[in-house]
């Protein structure tokens, strides 16, 4: 039976109200995510800065600590009590879901970049690291040494257990585990509601919404330069990155020369040795920052042509590189779609 024309005015009459209290209540909850202010938290943690911007009429600084304070617990070579330092001292301990999480993606990263990124490679780093600053590098039976103990295909993560092939291997987050942290930040203050934030751990930062200015976030690349003192903040470029995570790595201020060519100091995991790939500075921009973070790094040790082709198979990444061009002068390459986010 149709409904007569009265019954339908009546029922529309009836809407009415309901739908003005309904645009009136979204109103109000707009209105008052606007006028919410903007929070900061400041601190150190995982051996480097944070820096939390987020709208909230609530401050989580508890919130966040405790979040952090647990991945600290779990995967920082910094906390002599971490489950990470234990493993690396061969005591019998069960990894956290945390630490998990972090070492299979580095394994996947591992193997999409054939061995660039290693979670492994902390003692090669070292050795390089005191020889850059002491002018005394490993000699080639240094190298030959330290490579017996590294590489990730000798650990592995079984039965609740991680098993590694040689106890004096050790493992090293560093180059993951600050884009993990920004990953768990973010993901707290999304389970709150909060629309607009940006967290940045180490440099490493996830984006949501707007800032404080109304507009999109915004983050500077720094130009490479030879400035030990850190004085020069020169910016390359300015990439909006609402809404993404972003991770660079480069060593900005420390070069070694080479036929009149400069270098950064990446050591190749698979090598030993520091990389003759030119690029100088690597960022990527993905859906999470633990994985920028690591391709981030891959990056550097594959140079141009290599990340380029795996830029290729992983079209869900964009990267912007800075590398040293063939005549030594910098230069710039990015991934076509990264284009509409360069806001030079």
């Not at 005015?9 to 209540?25: A, S």
């Not at 130009?223 to 900005?252: C, F, H, R």
Request: positive net charge.
């Amino acid at each position: 039976m149709q409904m007569t024309t009265p019954s339908r005015k009546r029922r529309l009459l009836w809407q009415i109200p309901f739908l003005l209290f309904l645009i009136t209540g979204t109103i109000y909850i707009i209105k008052q995510q606007q006028d919410a202010p903007y929070q900061h938290d400041r601190g150190t943690v995982f051996g480097t800065t944070y820096s939390i911007i987020y709208q909230s009429n609530e401050n989580l600084n508890k919130e966040i600590m405790a979040a952090l304070n647990a991945i600290d617990q779990s995967m920082s070579t910094y906390n002599k009590g971490s489950i990470i330092s234990k493993i690396n001292l061969n005591e019998q301990v069960q990894p956290d879901e945390m630490f998990i999480d972090v070492f299979q993606l580095a394994n996947k990263v591992s193997t999409e970049t054939q061995g660039a990124f290693d979670v492994t490679v902390a003692p090669l780093v070292n050795a390089w690291g005191f020889g850059f600053k002491n002018g005394t590098f490993p000699t080639p039976q240094v190298i030959d040494s330290l490579k017996q103990f590294s590489g990730y295909q000798k650990v592995a993560y079984t039965n609740g257990r991680i098993k590694k092939q040689d106890p004096r291997l050790m493992l090293d987050f560093s180059a993951i585990a600050k884009g993990y942290g920004s990953d768990v930040v973010a993901n707290l203050l999304k389970r709150k509601g909060i629309e607009n934030f940006m967290v940045e751990i180490g440099g490493e930062i996830v984006t949501r919404g707007i800032s404080e200015k109304r507009l999109p976030w915004k983050v500077g690349v720094t130009k490479p330069t030879d400035d030990s003192l850190n004085v020069n903040q020169e910016l390359q470029t300015i990439l909006n990155v609402t809404n993404k995570a972003m991770a660079t790595s480069g060593n900005y201020r420390k070069f070694y020369y080479k036929n009149g060519k400069k270098y950064a100091h990446t050591i190749d995991p698979l090598t030993g040795y520091p990389v003759q790939h030119n690029i100088l500075s690597s960022t990527v921009l993905a859906n999470n920052c633990a994985e920028a973070d690591a391709y981030a790094t891959a990056f550097m040790v594959l140079g141009l042509e290599k990340a380029q082709k795996v830029l290729e198979r992983h079209p869900e990444l964009m990267a912007y590189f800075i590398y040293s061009d063939k005549n030594g002068k910098n230069a710039v390459w990015f991934s076509p779609s990264l284009k509409d986010k360069i806001q030079n």
